[in-house]
């Protein structure tokens, strides 16, 4: 447990400062990320003194991490490959980015739970987000109208509600107690 704690504050370490200018700019990202970040800050609050926690609490903040590096990760490629480091261009196509680790999330949902999708429009759908991105287009008024849409039509089971991790930690934040519109300060510690 000690080990997944100091990753995590390896991690605040590492990613606190991007965080922060994407909250400061009211980005789309930082909304996208709080549930999450909120939640793992939480936790890491209530055991970082501890020896070892239970298993369900050690498995949220394994998948709250590991979804935060991956997605960190992909943000911070396109921050500096993409946009060379200029966070406010960067900033002008954060919802189009959102709306592409949306997609990322939603297929590796839709593969894990087998659920039939058109997976060629899918694809269609992730190139387009992917092009403006990269090509630096203009991005579409009814963008967010567009991509539901498709969605609608991309998954073939009309029983199926996607339940992504952010939902799921939405869910998780709201056994806690936490309120994901109030501004809150963390402070990293050395504790570690």
Request: aromatic share 16%; glycine share 4%; proline share 1%.
């Amino acid at each position: 447990m000690e080990k997944l704690l100091k990753e995590y504050q390896g991690w605040l370490t590492d990613n606190k400062d991007f965080y922060q200018h994407l909250k400061s700019h009211d980005s789309a990202l930082y909304h996208r990320f709080q549930p999450v970040y909120d939640v793992l800050n939480y936790l890491f609050e209530e055991h970082k003194d501890e020896a070892t926690m239970n298993e369900d609490i050690e498995k949220i903040f394994q998948v709250g991490l590991e979804y935060l590096n991956m997605q960190f990760f992909t943000c911070k490629l396109y921050y500096e490959k993409t946009f060379n480091k200029d966070f406010h261009e960067f900033l002008d196509y954060d919802k189009v980015i959102s709306y592409a680790l949306f997609i990322e999330d939603l297929k590796y949902e839709l593969v894990e739970k087998h659920i039939d999708y058109n997976e060629d429009e899918l694809g269609k759908l992730s190139d387009y987000l992917l092009d403006i991105i990269e090509g630096k287009k203009t991005i579409p008024d009814n963008i967010n109208l567009y991509i539901d849409s498709k969605v609608y039509k991309i998954i073939l089971s009309e029983e199926y509600h996607f339940n992504g991790i952010i939902d799921i930690f939405v869910e998780i934040g709201d056994a806690l107690g936490l309120s994901f519109d109030e501004e809150k300060e963390y402070i990293i510690g050395d504790e570690l």
